[in-house]
């Protein structure tokens, strides 16, 4: 296998890395803008000007187009395209997803894909959309298993090949799937067939696919959402462990008159300003960008400029140790992306074990912050605390006479030693005034505490206005006034 992925920092389940393949090094997570050689509003070179390190294009295109076969064949891809940058090629099995048959075979077009120097190929897999009932997601899954088989074998030594993980919208077919895409030695794994859940906002399912597939696919193994997307989705997907993304959204975007944003997209059309620092917008009123000739190239430009520079901030926050953060902003800017940040929550124990030990801050960001991996890990470190026969566990910060030990309370964590109060997450938690959610969360941490000391006596120091919920979550602790 020449693609080789090294990983240099995680956080939650997200990693930036090292995407070696041949001689061209890409930092992940990477966006790969989608160029069509016939449509090409953006032109590769600058592309790399704004910031991509690295494109995709599809070479069942490229095979079909006169204009441009024998030009790949002869001179490459990299030089038609003029681009020197890490190129992927996608083998048409999107194209087979929307019109039912392509004219080639699996063969054929990873030879093409071989013979036109792409640095990453993709073998001819069958995309099962989600509406598709579990007979034929598995029938389409052996498929692609004995396309990827074959691939191997086509290719030998020299393998570039990426190992797309299929299942339709079944976890087990999708876990399965990836598991043994790693087990043939696949080390770049697209998870595909995902576009028509993006587009129709179905997150929670979405979710639900991606953290199934993750489960079989090997940590080690540098994994590609085909097809998105958005902005505003990046850092979830990177969150739940993505590295690489695609995106015909600039251009799809723009031939709408649609503006990109982090948090969403607006229409150009309704825009009184450009609230974005790329040279685009910094050089064009609303109206000016409406006007001009080439307004949908302009606002491709700015679009691709919103999207390379949110991955880039997304690789930053794995850097700080503050994706969390990001996750629940983007997750806020529409209600089904909230969903499905609540779905990928609901998978906080496997994602627990993947998070890194010590991050930079814990800011409270509302009641989802309480189910977060941080959380569940204190909460389980609280069962090895050693105590004393007799503790008062001190919820208005008080301390008190005649116990062994007082401990101290930070909602949604719960009880801590002093001598924890400057590490993290206890020291570095920022919170709001306490709210219900975070205490329940808090008295979580404290009922776990206590069923896993039973010879402790515990006492409850508590603020008048949070007896009734520290009740109503512990019955029949003793709180001492
Ligand atoms: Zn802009």
New binding site residues.
Partial sequence: MVIHFEILEEDIAGRTGRLKVGERVVRTPILLPVVNPHLQPVLPKEMKALGAEGLITNAYIFSRSEEFRDRALASGLHEVLGFDGLIMTDSGAFQLSVYGDISLTNGEVIRFQQDIGSDIIVPLDIPTPPSADRATAERDLSVTMSRLGEALALCGEKNNVAGPVQGGIFPDLRERAGRSVGEMGFSFCPIGAVVPLMESYRYRELVQVVMAAKKGIPSSSCVHLFGAGHPSMFALAVAMGCDVFDSAAYALYAREGRYLTPSGSAKLQEMGE?P???H???SHTAEELRQSEESERLLAI?NL??SLAEIARVRQAIADGVLFELVDERCRSHPLLLDGYRAFLRHGEALEKRDRVSKRRFFYRGQESCLRTEVIRYHALLKRLDLPSRVVISLDGTGREGFDLTLFFKPPFGPYHPALCETFPIGQCELPCWDNEMVSAGCRGMRVLMESHLETEFSVTCPPEWRDLLMSELPGVQVIP
Avoid: D, F, N
Wanted: proline share 0%; net charge positive.
């Fill in positions: 450009l974005c620092a790329c685009v917008c910094r700015h400029s919103v």
